[in-house]
């Protein structure tokens, strides 16, 4: 089992900066490859960026490509994500996700992610 947690979210403007992290606890997080998904009101879960277990690759939706970046820290156990450029269409729950740990390197937008936090709202104004 891996416990995720995420903080960070909050009212923002738009062009505003934020950053977002994901604490997990359990089983070995760096074995993990780590996402981020979005859901906004009204629409499914998107997939918003990936990284894999050390943190070499990382893979990013088009709509958040150049204005975002995923990032870990395995020695702290937390992933992060940093937005920048905000746009009212960011506005969404933004939850942490983890595979079950077979360091993965490929398809990180497409596997299945076994683990899922509570997610944080994010809502920028324009």
């Known amino acids: 089992q891996v416990q995720l947690v995420e903080s960070g979210g909050g009212l923002a403007q738009a062009g505003a900066s934020l950053r977002l992290s994901c604490a997990a606890s359990?089983?070995?997080?760096?074995?993990?490859?780590m996402a981020w998904f979005h859901q906004a009101p009204g629409k499914e879960r998107e997939f918003v960026a990936a990284?894999?277990?050390?943190?070499?690759?990382?893979s990013y939706a088009d709509s958040v490509k150049g204005r975002s970046t995923i990032s870990r820290d395995n020695a702290k156990n937390t992933v992060y994500l940093q937005m920048n450029s905000l746009k009212p269409e960011d506005t969404a729950v933004y939850y942490c996700?983890?595979?079950?740990?077979?360091?993965?390197?490929?398809?990180?937008?497409?596997?299945?992610?076994?683990?899922w936090g509570q997610g944080t709202q994010v809502t920028v104004s324009s």
């Open positions: 359990g089983r070995t997080f760096s074995n993990c490859a």
């Open positions: 996700a983890a595979d079950g740990g077979s360091r993965r390197n490929w398809d990180l937008a497409t596997v299945k992610y076994d683990y």
């Open positions: 990284i894999n277990w050390s943190g070499i690759i990382t």
